[in-house]
């Protein structure tokens, strides 16, 4: 039994899509009516994601994106098509109708309750008794009874099985503890132990509040340092980040980056608010993507050691794809924040943090270090990928300034940096305009759409089937005139968004593409968003739209018959014989049941 439709109108009513978005988005450019940001799911630096409050749809340029609310909750969320219509049901403080299709959302619901009561246990444990040596860990460390309140730190005790056993008595099965990562199965056969054995725990919350996972530390030597859930139904590594449910609200107008998560508790007792850890892995892009969503200014704080320098290194790389600045901290004398902060005070991490260098003050040092500048060889190879970099710079005035430095540098002239510059770039541009016209030679390609799921067999036709979709979409008045049905379309998919617009416009609303989220593909609505983001004159849409259908069924008669119609008049003659044939088989217009 699908959600009723009164229901859907009301739940995408009370979402509205632009105030949705800006949790996640900074919506911070407007162009005309649509609202602008850096798309979510893919990295960029230029804003080409757009809402557009009036159609209530997002739409990504660049990736092709798009959709209604219901969609875009699906897709950055990773939600299911109900645990979707839940969560922003939720939002609006709407009882959602019994659904008993989809036992996800209870699953979910029901591991998010046994995590809390998981955080809840661990943190009781710090501290009974059995919790001494976590809290002798925290007391080594400086960690204040208050930032254990405030992160709800835990401790998981010397035993294969205390969790288990506790959870176990609360009526939570085995499988349930093993679905959310409390718990392995013994090799041996037979039982299972606790993921998590002596260790303080650190409980990960999502920017939502929920407790989706943990991250365990080592108290003395020993690997992992960090042992982490694994992924979950409500936890993506690469979607969360420690931490970022407090940083969010800092008013300190930039985030700080670090490696552990202690350092990033150290650094919120000091007053440093907005520090979040990528929970033992790599920045990944939808971290950085996600740290964008609060903040332009990113401060990269790792550890002072080889390892730290290169996740420095590759966390700068993703970043720079997107709108934000970025800025790298140099320490000296610690080897963490943490360290730093105990030794020298907060106020000097906060002089480091004014004095830290942009990503490319960086990032140059790290090039000159790897050679040694006092033989001929090693100025050659560092000019070299000196001048690489530098040529890759978007900004004018960037390399101008970093061509003199580069240039003092190696010992040459500042021109013959400059030409080198020019020269490198040149050569890129030729290369990228080259692939540019290889992709403009190839007109079957640019006519298909930019998912590549959904592949046009007809272009003619379906190119007039999209101008359709269009047009019916903007001015659905017009459904009543075009006689048309989803079967005469080339492409089926096509078709089925006809027939189900046609549907919508016959049942006395208005086409709605949050309205069509669970009967399409992500890839499927995506495509029909693009679509009806085109420009699009509608001053002589009845004409515009009759050649489309002319076209359609020109086409189509074609496929039929393998033959081309001798004239319009008598594609006209097949369509009303299709059309008696079709109100004979009591189907009426569109391929649905009358009645």
């Known amino acids: 039994m699908p959600f009723p439709e009164s229901f859907l109108q009301e739940l995408v009513e009370r979402n509205e899509i632009s105030d949705v978005v ?43 994106k798009g959709g209604g609310v219901i969609n875009f909750i699906m897709e950055i969320e990773n939600l299911s098509y109900p645990d979707a219509i839940r969560f922003l049901a939720q939002r609006a ?20 309750k046994l995590l809390r009561e998981a955080a809840r246990f661990f943190y009781d444990e710090l501290c009974a008794p059995s919790g001494e040596a976590g809290r002798e860990y925290l007391a080594r460390r400086g960690i204040s009874g208050a930032m254990v309140k405030r992160f709800g730190l835990g401790f998981a005790p010397d035993s294969w099985d205390s969790l288990l056993k506790a959870m176990s008595t609360r009526g939570y099965s085995q499988a349930e503890l093993s679905a959310a990562g409390l718990i392995k199965a013994s090799q041996k056969g037979g039982g299972a132990y606790d993921t998590f054995r002596n260790r303080l725990m650190f409980p990960v919350i999502d920017v939502r509040g929920s407790v989706v996972a943990f991250s365990g530390r080592i108290l003395g030597d020993g690997e992992p ?26 008013k300190k ?17 000091a007053g440093f608010e907005s520090a979040v850890a990528s929970l033992g892995t790599s920045l990944t892009p939808e971290q950085a993507r996600l740290i964008s969503n609060y903040t332009s200014d990113v401060i990269i704080a790792y550890d002072a050691d080889d390892a730290g320098l290169k996740a420095a290194q590759r966390a700068i790389s993703i970043l720079d794809k997107l709108d934000v600045k970025v800025r790298v901290l140099r320490m000296s004398g610690a080897k963490d924040p943490d360290e730093y902060i105990q030794k020298f005070g907060a106020a000097a991490f906060d002089n480091l943090i004014s004095r830290s260098e942009n990503h490319i003050e960086y990032r140059l040092a790290a090039v000159t270090g790897k050679y040694e500048l006092s033989t001929d060889e090693g100025r050659v190879s560092f000019l070299r990928e000196a001048v690489d970099f530098i040529a890759a710079l978007p900004n004018t005035v960037e390399r101008e300034v970093y061509s003199l430095r580069v240039a003092e540098l190696g010992g040459v002239s500042e021109e013959t940096i400059k030409r080198e510059v020019e020269r490198l770039r040149k050569k890129k541009a030729a290369a990228s305009k080259k692939q540019y016209e290889r992709a403009l030679s190839r007109p079957v390609r640019a006519a298909q759409p930019k998912q590549r799921a959904i592949r046009y067999k007809n272009e003619r036709s379906a190119k007039a089937e999209e101008g359709v979709l269009a047009l019916l979409y903007l001015n659905p008045e017009l459904f009543l005139k075009t006689k048309l049905a989803g079967e005469e379309f080339s492409e089926p998919i096509l078709g089925k968004l006809y027939d189900e617009l046609l549907a919508q416009t016959l049942r006395g609303g208005r086409p709605q593409i949050s309205l069509l989220a669970e009967k399409f593909s992500a890839d499927e609505i995506s495509l029909f968003t693009q679509l009806i983001e085109r420009p699009l004159e509608t001053g002589r849409s ?36 299709r059309k008696e044939q079709m109100i004979s088989d009591d189907k009426g217009y569109g391929g649905r049941e009358n009645g």
């Open 253 to 269: 107008g930039y985030i700080i980056l670090v490696e552990g998560n202690i350092d990033v508790v150290a650094l919120h007792q």
């Open 22 to 64: 800006s949790g996640y988005v900074r919506l911070t450019k407007r162009s005309g009516a649509n609202l602008f940001g850096l798309c979510p799911f893919h990295n960029e630096k230029t804003p080409s994601f757009s809402v557009s409050p009036e159609k209530q749809i997002y739409h990504c340029f660049g990736c092709g």
């Open 93 to 112: 403080g709407i009882v959602v109708p019994e659904d008993d299709r989809d036992e996800t959302a209870s699953r979910r619901a029901r591991m998010l």
């Open 542 to 577: 009845l004409q515009a739209l009759q050649n489309y259908i002319d076209i359609i069924r020109s086409e189509n008669l074609v496929r039929i018959t393998g033959e081309q119609p001798e004239s319009d008049e008598s594609i006209a003659r097949y369509w009303e014989q």
């Open 225 to 250: 340092k960090y042992l982490n859930s694994p992924e979950t139904l409500v936890f993506s590594k690469s979607r969360n980040l420690f931490g970022l449910n407090l940083a969010k609200k800092s």
